[in-house]
Every structure is written in C-alpha cells, then in structure tokens.
C-alpha cells in the first residue's frame, strides 16, 4: 500500500516501523530524518517530480511517499466483542470517513464498522485524510448493515444514531456501558430502515439558523457526549 504525505509519512515512522517495506522521497530531507529512515534497513528510493505527482494522483504529497504492508481489517465477528463502536452508513467521502478515523482514535473508540468495503484507492485516501490514525483504528466490513444492527442489539450494544431531525439527548441520569453511534452520508443521512432499529435518535442543537455540521465534526461532538455517560469497565480509566 502507498501512502504518501509529511503527516502520514511520519506517523508510520513514528509508531509502525514494521509495517514499513520501502521510502521514496522526490525532496531532500533533513540528516536526522534520513538516519532514521537509514536504520529501518529498507529500500530508499528517489523520484522525479513527474512520477511523483503520477504516484500522488495530482495530490499534495509534500516528497514524501512509503510502501507499507497493507491494513487488513477485523471481521464483524472480532469487532463486535469490542464495547463502543462507530457505524457508518453510506458514508463515501474519503476525507470523511478518514476524519472519523481520526475522532475514534482521539476520543478512545474501540472499533470503527463501515457498510461497505473500501477500494484500494479509496483506502490510499482514508489514510492520507487520517494522517496515519488509520494504522492504529480497529475497522471491519459489514456484509449486511441490517443483520450487523440485530446482532449488536442481542449483544447488549445501546444502538445510537445522528440525525438533524433527532429531539432525543442524553440525560445524567442515563448510563451506557456498550454502545454504537451510527453516522449516515450528510446528503441523505440514515435510512429509515436502519433509525427503526435504534435505540435514540440524536441531534446536535444549532444556533444562529445554522442546520448543518459536516459529518466527521458532528461524529466528534456526539462521540465526545457518549463518553461523557459510559460507564468504562475496571482497568480502563
């Protein structure tokens, strides 16, 4: 898998030197830096400015590219014995769902679920878009978002969605210990037929006549008021 940009760049340096199998650089870089690439006893490559931009798709890739060993995700069956988890639903903006990625690394989520399975194209984007989070973010596909709904629910999971139209919040009184906050597309957001199935329908209180938040800056709000009523089990404080 390549992946290309600064940000990216280092955070696999930083925190996944295995995963590293080749650096490719269309810049010069500083001499600490090069050691540190040097030590990792991989493939350094240089690239002229037109392969790099082919590579980079006409992307900003800043000169720095790395082949890493491919992410593989979880299957449904592994993700579901996780205690909190993001859904999303319909949801094809690379840069969104790699914003999310990001929300669920930050704010301690457990597990991110997607409906659908990403391209490998699409993948390259997601990780770019989460500056690397996704190296670190426990992912699995769903085959069936309906059936993935029910086996939650027999699993105990408090079943949340977001929605503009929502009237429910959270009360101090309410205490969560498992749960999963599903997000849909913002055109159209979740379908009917997945809101049925939940347990509270949420929103996001606006003002100034503002009706809209991006779907990656809502996920973080509401994730961040979830934990606020979850209770964490013993030895996760």
């Known amino acids: 898998m ?12 930083t925190h996944h030197k295995e995963a590293i199998e080749e650096v490719l650089l269309s810049k ?6 090069f050691s540190k690439l040097k030590a990792l006893n991989v493939p350094i490559l240089r690239l002229d400015n037109k392969k790099a931009q082919s590579l980079a798709h006409g992307n900003n890739h800043q000169g720095y590219f790395m082949k890493i ?4 995700p979880l299957s449904f069956k592994e993700l579901k014995t996780l205690n909190s988890l993001v859904v999303l639903c319909g949801i094809e903006d690379v840069g969104n769902i790699g914003a999310i990625c990001r929300n669920v690394l930050a704010l301690g989520v457990e597990g991110l679920l997607l409906d659908r399975p990403l391209s490998f194209s699409a993948m390259e984007g997601v990780f770019r878009a989460s500056s690397g989070a996704l190296m670190d973010v426990k992912f699995a596909y769903s085959s069936n978002i309906l059936d993935s709904i029910n086996e939650l629910k027999a699993l105990d999971f408090t079943l949340i969605g977001a929605d503009m139209k929502g009237r429910e919040s959270l009360k101090s009184t309410e205490k969560v210990t498992k749960w999963a906050l599903f997000m849909g597309s913002e055109a159209e957001g979740l379908k009917n037929a997945i809101k049925v199935k939940l347990d509270r329908i949420l929103s996001i209180k606006m003002a100034n006549n503002f009706n809209s938040l991006n779907v990656s800056v809502a996920n973080g709000i509401l994730i961040d008021r979830i934990n606020s009523f979850t209770i964490k089990k013993e030895g996760n404080e």
Not at 28 to 33: A, F, M, P
Not at 69 to 72: A, I, P
């Open 69 to 72: 060993k491919n992410l593989e």
């Open 2 to 13: 390549l992946i290309y940009g600064k940000q990216s760049f280092l955070y696999a340096l």
């Open 28 to 33: 010069d870089i500083d001499k600490g830096l």
